[in-house]
């Protein structure tokens, strides 16, 4: 919950008037883990990484994550902090209300009491968040989106998800709100994983791209940085793909333009670091769609891949009655 310093703890212990001690971050994606050691300003005072061990299987997942957990409390320990709350944040469906993993597709999870189990297995107080929500509610905390009270995050990777901030709230409606990776944007499309076709993941994800260059090109790359690379070096075929992506879009984010009027965009993930490659024709393209809508700033993300993570954070001071206020000046090193 939001609350200033002199809030009470979960469990009835009031923290000090200056949040003396620290919060866990950890924020687990279906390839790897990070966590930190976050101070009351937000500072990472300590930070690790890890796999995420998926094709162990769904339980697997949650040993790793309370072993992680119990190895960031250790580091607090060393330095004599007292830890107010953990905050993990997990891809997929999340009810943070109900502290539940709802379904993941990519870890396997469905209707997981994440947070009870992990306080069973580390001693620590846990509140569970969603990894895009999380990475939302940093770049509109500490990041690009700062002082905007209308915001939407989308993180464009593997696949595309987005975290809506309206009227200066994050909104979960149950953990199912923000699924932009799901509005169809080319009818009768490539089937998606979800069920559908022609949803937007399947034309703008950097999966997407990779597979759409390679058949088009009958040339096989490793990623959309691939692709990025040779529409920058002027190849037809990449510049066509990547532009495909670009319209996908633009048709999905001028559709929230007319929903949500948001006064910002911030785009993070891996197509993100191409920066005006990406920004300079969804500008144009949201320019093209939008007509008596407010039209929005389209920025690319501050925090880079650690967004997730001092988002987890924030959870963990919120739910431990903090609200951080310090600007961040830095954030964890690659």
């Known amino acids: 919950m939001d609350g200033d ?7 009835g212990i009031s923290p000090p008037a200056h949040a003396q001690g620290c919060v ?52 607090a320990s060393e330095r004599a ?14 009810d ?9 597709a990519n870890i396997g999870w469905r209707d997981l009491p994440l947070a009870t189990l992990l306080e069973k297995r580390t001693g620590l107080r846990v509140a569970l968040g969603h990894d895009v929500r999380a990475g939302g509610l940093a770049e509109h ?16 990777g593997t696949g595309i998800a987005a975290a809506l901030v309206c009227d200066g709230k994050p909104i979960s409606s149950g953990g199912y709100a923000g699924e932009l990776g799901h509005v169809v944007v080319e009818s009768g499309g490539r089937p998606c994983a979800c069920g559908s076709a022609g949803c937007l993941e399947t034309v703008a994800s950097a999966t997407a791209v990779a ?19 040779l529409a920058v070096q002027g190849d037809p075929v990449a510049r066509a793909v990547w532009q495909q992506a670009a319209d996908g879009l633009a048709d999905a ?24 490659l990406l920004l300079a024709p969804l500008r144009a393209g949201l320019e093209e769609r939008l007509t008596f ?16 993570c001092l988002g987890a954070g924030l959870v963990g001071w919120r739910a431990a009655g903090h609200n951080p206020t310090s600007q961040l000046t830095g954030v964890p090193a690659p």
Request: proline letters at 5%; glycine letters at 12%.
């Open 5 to 11: 310093s002199s809030s009470t703890l979960a469990g």
């Open 24 to 75: 866990l971050g950890l924020d687990v994606g279906g390839t790897g883990m990070k966590g930190a050691v976050l101070d009351h300003g937000m500072r990472p005072l300590e930070t690790l990484r890890r796999p995420t061990p998926r094709a162990d299987g769904p339980l697997a997942v949650v040993d790793a994550i309370a072993d992680t957990l119990l190895t960031l409390n250790a580091m």
């Open 81 to 94: 902090l007292p830890v107010h709350h953990a905050g993990v944040v997990v891809p997929g469906i999340v």
């Open 96 to 104: 943070d209300d109900l502290r539940q993993a709802v379904w993941s």
């Open 141 to 156: 905390a500490l990041g690009a989106a700062r002082g905007a009270r209308n915001v939407l995050f989308v993180a464009i």
């Open 211 to 229: 597979a759409a260059y390679t058949a088009r090109a009958g040339r096989t790359v490793t990623g959309a940085a691939d692709v990025a690379a």
């Open 253 to 276: 984010l001028a559709t929230a333009a007319t929903l949500l009027a948001p006064e910002t965009i911030v785009l993070g993930g891996g197509l993100a670091e191409a920066g005006e």
């Open 293 to 308: 809508q407010r039209r929005p700033s389209l920025v690319r993300a501050e925090l880079g891949d650690w967004a997730g």
